[in-house]
């Protein structure tokens, strides 16, 4: 059973910054692309940042020089760290193993990020 779960969230000023992490269980970690994506009200879910097996990085071009995805294969953990952050960033951010082969895509549960002052 592949489980996915986000820790980091919170409240947070605005040009602060936070630290997504997100722990994968039952997985072969190593060799999936994961993702990190956000949700605000009354939105649709958008990529923020991707990091595939090989740590090729991808980001959207909102949180570009902003934000940083790496991953610890070793621990089974991605992250991203996000700086500078606006009130616009703020949303529910989920984590994503990416489909491969015969496995679906992975979520997790979900991490809010409020940026205000």
């Known amino acids: 059973q592949v489980q996915l779960v986000e820790s980091g969230g919170g409240l947070v000023q605005p040009g602060g910054s936070l630290r997504l992490s997100c722990l994968v269980f039952?997985?072969?970690?190593?060799?999936?692309?994961m993702g990190w994506y956000r949700q605000a009200p009354g939105k649709q879910r958008e990529m923020v940042a991707t990091?595939?097996?090989?740590?090729?990085?991808n980001y959207a071009d909102s949180v570009k020089g902003r934000f940083a995805i790496f991953r610890d294969n070793a621990k089974n953990t991605v992250y991203l760290q996000m700086n500078s952050l606006k009130s616009e960033d703020t949303a529910t951010y989920y984590c994503?193993?990416?489909?491969?082969?015969?496995?679906?895509?992975?979520w997790g549960q979900g991490a809010q990020v409020t940026v205000s002052s």
């Open positions: 990091i595939s097996s090989g740590s090729i990085t």
């Open positions: 994503n193993q990416r489909a491969k082969w015969n496995s679906p895509d992975y």
């Open positions: 039952g997985s072969r970690f190593s060799i999936y692309d």
